[in-house]
């Protein structure tokens, strides 16, 4: 069996070099660490975000339009042919890495460590739904988690998109499978020696993904530092039902329907052309055809063996979120197009009781466009969650979190 495990500096062209590897066995969660020593909570650390004060700008259309822009190097890839050269958005010395997924599939993804041999805490970013870790939201937040904040991170690409949709015929599960992906990446990039925890942040599909991650950590504990999502859900069947209809054009839903909706003509194109190079038959897929119904029915559903019931339910987070032992953190708008409010109030409703899970839902932020409408916020509640759960050796005079006695909504970076 081939090495799945290598990686190469983006763009550089070296050859690969070996990477660690370690089975899925796993002790119990949580890990000991320095901050589940020190008394944290999730009740403190929600309570401080709360203390930030969110204030909204811009206009609703605009701030979704900037969050939501397609990776145009995938229509660039189609228009070049497979063979041209890609394109990657992180800067040198952040390297490739393809890897096995907990089930085997083999993924991509980008990993950045910094060269100083220091310890410091490691995070992981997923993407959402047709999206991929070359989505400008991904490449910010990851590229600002290791210039800024000291992080060394990993952006995936989760099965069926983006590299890895070229790796492997697994198809997405919503979630599931997904939550398998997120898990494989916090178990390499936690194998480094440099790396004292991590910590998995997901969008949309993402989000689903870490919540899933989350509730198999018991048997997979991987995550250590932390898992926050941005914009999730909580029906999976709901989700499939409501992106698979066209809605009128005064929906707010229309702009991201259209965009899905292009972004699912680019994979029908890209797969024609490598089927047509590889000499293989081609598939009936039709036009600007987007029916995530039947791709569960007649694609997912069949190839992990599973009943459309089952695979909605595995990978439908009201389902397992009152178990999750991780501490996990939620944004939701009430205004989300994508993600209507009725997900995060299911959600809500079937996590009632965890002390380990927060849900903040705010008036107005759309679909993981928090960031349009007030930037500091974004950047604050996500670099103040993270340092919070990570493992910050003592001493080491980085994170923000030498604050964490102050008052709500007052801090101040050390780094």
Known sequence: MRNMEKETECGSGSGATSAPHAGASDASYPPAGRRGAKGASMEEISSLLRGIPYEPQGLHLVNLAASSRPDLSRFGRYLRGSRA???????????????????????????????????????????????????????????????????????????????????????????????????AACRLLGQREEVTSVAAVGYSLGAGAVMNAARQCDRHPYITGGALGWSGYASMEQMTEHISRRPPLDDPFFPIYAVFLFLAEM??????????????????????????????????????????????????????????RVPLLLVHAEDDPVCPSQEIEELKAAAEGNPSVDILVLPTGSHCAFRGFDEDWYWEVMRCFLDYWAEWPEGSNCGVWETRCLPAGVWRATA
């Open 267 to 324: 994979r029908r194109l890209e797969l024609r052309r490598r089927l047509k190079e590889e000499g293989a038959s081609l598939p009936a897929l039709r036009p600007f055809s987007f029916d995530l119904r039947d791709y569960v029915r007649e694609i997912a559903a069949p190839y992990y063996g599973l009943s459309e019931d089952e695979l909605y339910a595995l990978s439908s987070p009201r389902e397992f979120i009152a178990e999750v």
């Open 85 to 183: 050269g890609e394109a990657y958005p992180y800067p040198e010395g952040f390297r490739k890495v393809v890897f096995p997924s907990l089930d085997g599939t083999p993924l991509a993804g980008v990993m950045g460590l910094h060269d100083d041999g220091l310890p410091r805490p490691g995070v992981v970013f997923c993407h959402g739904f047709l999206g991929s870790r070359n989505k400008p939201y991904i490449v910010e937040a990851a590229l600002r988690s290791y210039s800024e904040w000291g992080y060394n991170v990993m952006a995936l690409d989760l099965r069926n998109f983006g590299e890895s949709q070229r790796l492997s015929d697994a198809p997405t599960t919503g979630g599931w499978k997904e939550g398998q992906d997120v898990l």
